[in-house]
């Protein structure tokens, strides 16, 4: 068999090299939306083999890369790795096909975009928590970059910002995964072997490796109180780099935490105060975002809402907790390309982001005002989008687990609805009065959230295709 | 055959001295670079030669030759390329480091090979006194640097000298393999001795508190000498160090941890700490090194021959970091740029540059797929390894610290304004090449590095 | 054949509907041939396999699936038929309803999906159709309510509506996935075969409280009338025939749930409450739409009183008949808008008498919802107080209802029917065709529905709590007593005394007390935004600690600057005192 993960590494790995090396703007936006159009069917691919062939999941390829550690290139087939690569992919294309300000020398943006798809890719599929540190790292780079560089206002106090948090949480990471190192019987990186073996090592120092994994995982997720990055970053880097960072960097977070729950006996005992604090985080965004009048922020408040109602996914330990919480990823990775590629169309075609100045752009723009609408839907959990079958999932979990506290979460989706509607009826769906649109909107951009709009019904109509990989096992 | 391989080391360094000699005489610099440049290729080939073989002996008493000789003698002989054709670019007077270079590389090497106490503080002397000429032969305005640089080496010096005198009562011979055997533990003369060495030793290592002097001096320096203090003499200085701690106190491994262990927290946090409010880059990158310093010290305090390759690959990786950086920051610093602020537009009037800086400072804080995150890991691993999750926990808290430092000039690099394109000399171009494609190559691919340190750490383990 | 499969017509003429843009004259007819298309299906569907459960897996999970489940079950094929019938009328009321060229494709999309999620809704034989169905009804309620937002009020009706139902979408999730966990299974007919549960009642309270908000009972029912900012059709058809009643479909079909969850005395009480403001709004409001959105409110506690009463079957019967007349009352009011200039103030409208085929018609709607006998809302009274009669209060209140009724609809009839004033011009003779003649077949309806209060209580036999419906005739006398006594009221009020409408007594007030309701959601409105307004002052404080964090470290950097004083001799100090250090740790 073709070593295909290695094969979609090298396709975005390569072009992202030549486009650093090569190209003009045009150029390198082909070179990135083809890259990750070849990803995407691959992940497709990857998608539908690991639903209809057999022992498909657990397929692994390596390479040796330092024999002192015994760490392998490695890069294995697992349920959510598969599903968070399909992610990435799409989310990936979406922003290649998107526009957003223009600069000078916004080749480099694609070289960005590349990297940090090769940076999930490879963090979603990686084998053991070595290559997981290394992909994460990279991707955290990136989407510095991408803030640093090609950001909006405040952007490099806000590229600052988020690289503290993140090098905070790498700092942990680090630690935690040499401390499994040295205490594991074979001193290993790998997941599977980690995760096997987990309980030989001893409980104090399990608990300490799983505080600092789950701190680190905390920051970037982000959970309530390690969360005051996303303000500032999501709202002013590009719509690119938001998608990136709120779809797909997010979920590195949400991701370990997947791991991290199910590679160790000590989550159990911990599966309680991981509930709490989803709920708490959850609110508070809910809260929070109610005071917010930048679109920008307030998507990246939702998406914080979002990861605590992940993480409440993840702590309630049952087959439907955490496959509903993967699924939430999903559905939210979609929902936040569609939102920041949406909102970034109007901040190109209005010059504003904030719901005090927009008024009506239904009028103008009503292809992009429904989209916000349908984005509104599809993050309230409506049904035939994506994220309704992530909610049923997440809290028929959490309310398993926890009983009918479970169901409490469920209500701060309720408070994201309310101010998500009057953000509606502020800006979008009501002409009273409306705003002039300085700028046509750009066609790319309306191509780019209709493929995140497509994906996000598709897998809300269908949503057997991914569930029936859960029967498989989520690790 | 055997003859060339056994005299090597001292046809070259002979080659080296009359290159030296030469250069008074024919006061070309083109040549004199080249021929310079040459015999340390030549220095590499031979050293690249030991290492591949694995070769161990000794040369006339004097040298001897073995795995960690031989790594030293590739990092160093290939720095000394870089340092050499930098310093050609950088300084307009290019000859006196075309006379003073190949006799303070003497020195250098020589630490490197050394197998008696009396080499060790001779080859210092000799790397010493060259680099204080190359400072203060720069005219009055380097009067200071040089001045301090010199007060603290010759009080270094003495010292070292004071503590190899300790030691001469027990062992007279003074060979670093026989100098002393496992039970001078409870001989207080023999902890003084150790001591002072790592004091001695400390001044050029820029260990906290003996390291003071390093940001007036880096700084201080001219842009041609700078690589080569903080790229080389460093890093000699740990050489010596090691080789003294490891192999001539190695019966005192218990009693060395705990030093090595306070001295690396004092010096990370005081390196990493000072530099977040440093405003001139040379200045930053002054205490940057320190707080580098401060990661090798960590790998050598966990005394393990795993901890020692840590240290060996770290003191690699940092030398082509910062001879890179210091290249970088001394060119734009003859250019007049020499503030964080200043470096803003530098993507937009020279994107090389730019892109190597940022490498390099990644690589500095330890971004994966840089060598400097596989040095920190080899270090911090190697401290866990060991027990010392505490130092570990200290030397990634410090990492966290200095993404502050490094991301403000990466952040201000990117920034808005731009200016004219800047125009950079070749050689330049050279150094900072190889010293980032070291960094990319062994950040991506570090197997071989790794597997080179570590034979290089075994077998200093192996000739006590 | 698969029952869901009604729905794909209307789904399909939806999607067709939005790809005539530029060639609006086939909107209308494209839909509402699917909607009849669907119709059919529903007819044939109800003769061929009554009582059929059908589950189509829709995705499984660690040996659960999840199924689409659809039943036809009497209630259910009563509410599709009931769907199946109003739904073309209303694509036919909207093809001269909506002049607004451009805005027809948007409009018919809405308005067909609306009517496939009403009708998915009304097959549901599981929690998560019935879930899916019921988002999809407030969604599109929501999208319709907002239709115009070119004005002013729209926008903000919908938003209102939204925010309500949201309330009971995120309860009905809660309660729905709590009982999943309990029984582990979705299906109606499963649930209700299974024993109680400790969590039932929580859950049943929940789904209650989402019934209440869809279907605008005390404390959520304020956002029904403001949905009158909608256009006409919609209001006849989402806001007083269909939708709404969604609610009052699903505690009828759950209904012993509840009463093992011991819930029938709030549903009664709730019931009461909303029928009692509903007619005091409706005898006070203005609005001529309003009017009729109170009203709807009255109905449907009318009916949650009768389920509260255990009389399934006079609920149903109630659930019939108030669907004809109710949208027949509202076509006619978009009729008398249309010919008013879309004026909305009952008091600036006039001369309805003017147009037989308008007047008649919505005379039978208003004799009807009076309780006439023997139109079929008489029927649907009669029964619901004939249930209270075990219940003197109930019974009292209810006959005060039935007052009020009688009173306020007579009060919209007299207002609209005044002879206009010299300066208005009136348009009734250009209303369009299709407006009136919907209008009137509707009407035939509302007097065909009497013969349900013959035929329901058989139809509805397998019922658990199915009783027969009886009406003693000294009741019936009662009834006509009351309801001619209110006619006559208002006669005297609203027709002899010429009202002019600017009466501001304090009766008033307390009548018309959606004024204080509405204060009072923007008051919790208000708090939320408070408590809002502190979290997000946490946020910032967080932010600022975190900040003052770094801060910190940069103060004590720029403090252990100072070290490196420049000076060698500072230098030598420190090189002795490095070594003292050094001897310290050595000796320690």
Redesign the interface.
Known sequence: MLPLFFIMLAVVGLAGAATAVYGNYVFSKRIAIIASGITLVLAIYLLFSAIYTNGFIGTAESLP?????GIYLSFVATVPGVVLTLLAAIVSLVASITVSRKFEDSKNIYVLILLFEFSAIGLFLSANLFLF??????GV?AS??MI??FGSGER?HA??TF??YS??A???L??AI??I??YTPVHSFDISYIASHSSSIPVAVQGTIFVLFFIAFMVKMPIF?FH?WI?NAYAEAPAQGSMLISGVLSKFGAYGMLILFSMFAFSSEFAKYAFVLGTISAF?AA??L??QADLKRMTAYSSMLESGIILVGISSL???GT?GALYLMLAHGLVMALMFSVIGGIEISYGTRSINVLK?I?KQSAGTAYSF?IGT?AS?????TAG??A???V??GA??EFG?YG?IP??S???L??YM??A??KSF????VSSNSIARMPKQVAVSYSIAMIALFAFGIF??FI??L??VGII | MQILVNFAIPVLFAALLFSGIATLFHKNKKLSVAINSSLFLLILVTGIYYSVTGISFNSLSLYHIYPFSSFLLMLFSLAFVLVSIAAYELDSSYLKFGMLLPLLSIGVFSVSMASSLLTIIVSMELMTVPTILLIALNGKDFAEPSTKLFLLSAISIAVLAFAIALIFPYDSSLSITQAVSGTIGSAYFMVLSLVLFVAALGVEAALFPFNLWIPDVYQGSPSGVSPLIAGINKKVAFVALIEISFVVFAGDKSSIVPVFEILAVLTMFFGNLAAMVQTNVKRLLAYSSISQAGYIMVGLASVTAFGLESSLFQIFAHSFMIIGAFVIAGFLAANGIESIGGYSGLYKRNGFLAFSLTVIMLSMAGIPGLIGFVGKFLLFSSAISSGLIALAFIGIINSFISIYYYGKLISSIYSGASGKTMHVPNGIYVVVFIAIAIVIAFGIYPAPLMAVSSRAAASLFGII | MLTILVILPIVAASFLALLTYGKEKYTGPVVLVGSLITSAMVVYDSLVSPGAVQQIAWFGISGYTIHITTQLLPLNIILSLLIAIITPLIMFYSMGYMEVKTERPRFYFEIGIFAAAMLLFAIAGNFITMFIAWEMLGVTSYLLIGFWYQKDNPPYAARKSISTILIGDFAMLAAMLSVWVSYHTFSFSRILALPTNPVLPIAMFLVLVATFTKSAQFPFHEWLADAMEGPTPVSAFLHSSTMVKAGVFLVLVLFPLFVKSGLSELILAIGIISALLGASNAISSHHIKKILAYSTIEDLGLMFVAIGLHAIIAAVLFFIVQAFYKALLFMSAGSIMRANGEEEDIYKTYGSYKRKLLYIPMLIGVLSIAGIFPLSGFFGKAAIDAAALSNTYVYIILAVIDFATSAYIFRWLFIHSRREPAHVELSYSSIPKSMLYSGAITSVLVLAAAIAFFNVSGFLSYYAYASKLSIGLAEAVIESAIVIFGISASYYLFHVKKPSGTVTTKAYYVLFNSVMVNAAYSYIAKAVMYFAEGINLIEEMLYGFFASGAYGIIAMSAGLRKIVTGDANDYLIAFVAGIILIILIMLV
Do not use: E
Not at chain 1, 133 to 138: A, I, K, L, Q, S
Not at chain 1, 380 to 384: E, F, I, N, R, V
Not at chain 1, 429 to 432: A, F, H, P, Q, W
């Open positions: 890369y330092i024999s002192q550690f540190y290394v992909f994460w790292d990279v780079i510095y970059f640093n560089s490099r590229a600052n690289l503290i090098i905070f790498s700092a942990l680090l630690l040499m401390l190192y040295f109180p005051s303000s508070y809260f929070v109610m005071r049952n087959a439907f496959s009506g239904v609408v839907f309230t959990g409506l049904p035939l309704f079958i909610d049923v999932l809290f028929i309310i398993s009918l169901a469920i209500f989706i309720m408070l609805g309310f509607y009057y509606i009826n769906l009501s002409t009273k949503p057997f569930t029936s859960f029967g």
